[in-house]
């Protein structure tokens, strides 16, 4: 989990992208699978991510990410195959739009998660940040926001970590089996985590503050990002691929 | 009371951290870990704790294995004080913040008990019951996570850096309620101290430890005394302990004093004899 929003330098040309371009791609591929009810269009959209992840040279990271959304795909297609009873019986109580609709949320769960994952393994935050500072013109605190919010959570995960520690060590059962027990466990979690979380909020403003936060502005930015063939060229593929999803019924 | 046979551990995706570590340790003794940071002292508290499982080897805790052990069962043998109280308090007052690990390890039932307990140990460390945990200051809530360790009677208490950021009064108060329960209830304390003023005047023994591995082991006075062991694990003898090794002669053999004054008087006496 540590290692899954993390940023893995390389030369390919979705790290040469434009940081904007990237987040339009990434949302095109998004508002696609929304749009389509097709399995094969989904189909389609999810070997395109897997392609992504191959061109962007972290194929491995992209097969992970398949395997580490695969048992809440499977629990989640389960549910809904139990859940809907639409459709033509085939057998037990499973109908064949129940089976039609779950493959259909299970695509689009993984289509949508595994662009938003590699974005960030082929783009550095403070790139994010800075370009839709200056290109999209956001004000730099919502940019701020966003890049700390992301570069936290590996601290948020050691933190939770010490804390399921300390818990443990004093007796706290968190690997019992009881599921009213297990509720009863999160308390123990939740009230030191937002504790810790409020005060490092407040250092972090304060780190900000010292450094000449109030100061930055959209010319700040020492890094300029341009636009070239590769964006062109996602910008195109972007717009086929809503494209596409509208038409293909 | 400890007991380690061989034990190694590596955390996931690494190399070994701990290696091959042997050592018993008796009820009652006072043992202080040392080594500089990432030697692989908290790894070894965790591993008596059995918060780690060790990879090959057995550690042994008043005779059970630490790896087949139950968390709430483990609880009532050892209690372990972290470096940062702020991740084990999470109740609004500090009578339910002792009384929750009461709770976790005596069961809902012992209701009563319960109470008594949580008296008892405010009354000791002299805390107002319904007093906020969060808006006390850093060595205090470091005394109410070390209330809450101690309410279950532990046989074992760990301490993994206890004084870190606190001054020093709140320092001495911290060991010295160690120190009592040491003496009088016997409890086996096993502690990570940076300070190796704190580790002269508290711990009767020592393990050295340096890149995961068992350096030394034997009486704290000992071990700083021997200088290419001290260098080998890159720490710094107690001052105290550096100037009678300066003066040599009959000073050095007097080094087992706490003070300056404690040192020149026990010079005298030997050169007297
Ligand atoms: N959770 C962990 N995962 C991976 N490696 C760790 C973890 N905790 C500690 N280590 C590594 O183990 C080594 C020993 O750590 P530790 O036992 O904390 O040392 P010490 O307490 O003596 O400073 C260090 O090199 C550290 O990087
Ligand atoms: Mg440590």
Redesign the pocket.
Known sequence: MNGLFQYVPGNSPLHRMNPVTKILLTLSVCIAAFLTDNLFVLLFLLVFDLMIGVAAGAARKAFSIFKGLFKVSLFLFVLQVLFIRRGNRLFWIVTDEGLLTAAAVVLRLLVVCLPLALILTVTQVSDIANAMVQVLHVPYAYAFTLTTAIRFIPQFMEEMGGIMESQTARGVEFDSKNVFKKLGMLFPLCAPLLISSVRRTGATATAAEVRGFNLRTRESGYKRYGFGLVDLAAVLISAALIVGAVLIP | MICAEQVSYSYSGGGQTVSDLSFRIEKGEFVAILGENGAG??TTVKLIDGLLRPTSGRMLVNGLDTAKTRVSERAKQVGFLFQNPDRQICKNTVREEIAFGLRAVWGKQEEEKIRARTDELLALFSFRGDEEPFSLSRGQRQQVALASTLAVKPAVLIL??PTTGLDYRECTRIMEFIKTLNETEGTTVVM?CHDMEVVLDYARRALVMAGGRLLADGPVHEIFRDTALMEKASLLPPQIVQIAGRLGGDYAHADDAETLSGLIAAAAERRRA
Do not use: C, M
């Open positions: 002292k908290t993994d850096e990570v």
